[in-house]
């Protein structure tokens, strides 16, 4: 068991999403009594084991379904109900609790907006992640500690790097047609938040472009064009604030943005 538990802080630690299933009650004849736990991981790979056969099975298809949720889940299955029935007969009670390494913020572009961005997003709880196809503007002294700088062409590392949910993405690179390409390649992803920089004149452009390449405007309307909330803003850093509060918001589904006055 110590090592189980060893395992998990190991998994926080390198910000692995996974999710632990532990045997919270059984009844009857079971091939795992109470305290047995797995780790299963998005890939339906597991470690450790709550009883094999098909109560496994079944126990990693829905902690995959935890872990895309989001959400704990406490859930009985009658061995013999299972679509490959076990023969033990008894029944076993199961917690699923997902565990995820934070939010995720990866800004595409570290020129002066995305250096902005950066600092303040990470006070704000996000881990860090800046790419740019531009070695010489990652340069450490201009972003947190903990922020990963990656030098790379923007399509190539979208394809070689698994987004979900759990992702928020800032568009400000350097030139419109990168903007517009990015953006293209997060259409259909599911992410948390998928923002892009851009004025008024620019955003319809990018998006008469892609409704031209067959986009629909419900897919088109999930994306943050003109990022940021208006502030009035226009210096990197004010941008960087009005970006990071919308963020704020869309985390905590705030709907109306509304100023707190002391009474």
């Given at each position: 068991?110590?090592?189980l538990y060893s395992r998990i802080a190991e998994l926080i630690k390198i910000k692995k999403t996974f999710c632990v299933i532990t045997v919270v009650d059984s009844s009857g004849a079971t091939p795992r009594k109470a305290g047995a736990r797995g780790i299963v991981f998005p890939d339906g790979s597991i470690e450790g084991t709550v009883g094999g056969g098909s109560i496994e099975l079944t126990a990693i298809s829905d902690a995959i379904d935890a872990m895309k949720s989001g959400n704990t889940m406490l859930k009985q299955y009658p061995l013999e109900s299972l679509e490959d029935k076990m023969s033990c007969g008894g029944s076993m009670t199961l917690y699923f609790e997902p565990n995820f390494p934070g939010h995720r913020l990866t800004i595409f572009?570290?020129?002066?907006?995305?250096?902005?961005i950066a600092p303040v997003a990470a006070i704000a709880g996000w881990q860090v992640t800046v790419v740019d196809q531009r070695e010489e503007v990652l340069e450490e002294k201009f972003f947190p500690g903990d922020a990963r700088l990656i030098h790379s062409d923007y399509a190539e590392y979208i394809k070689s790097t698994r987004f979900d949910s759990h992702d928020w993405i800032v568009i400000v690179t350097p030139q419109h047609k990168f903007d517009q390409d990015v953006l293209e390649m997060f259409i259909d992803q599911k992410c948390a938040y998928l923002?892009?920089?851009g004025s008024d004149v620019k955003v319809k452009e990018v998006m008469d472009n892609l409704q031209g390449k067959g986009y629909?405007?419900?897919?088109?309307?999930?994306?943050?064009?003109?990022?940021?909330?208006?502030?009035?803003?226009?210096?990197?850093?004010e941008i960087a604030i009005?970006?990071?509060?919308?963020?704020?918001?869309?985390l905590n589904n705030v709907k109306?943005?509304?100023?707190?006055?002391?009474r």
């Open positions: 068991m110590g090592d572009g570290g020129g002066h907006v995305g250096r902005a923002g892009m920089m629909t405007e419900d897919q088109l309307s999930g994306v943050y064009a003109p990022i940021g909330l208006n502030i009035g803003r226009e210096t990197p850093g009005s970006v990071v509060a919308q963020m704020l918001s869309v109306e943005i509304t100023c707190l006055r002391q």
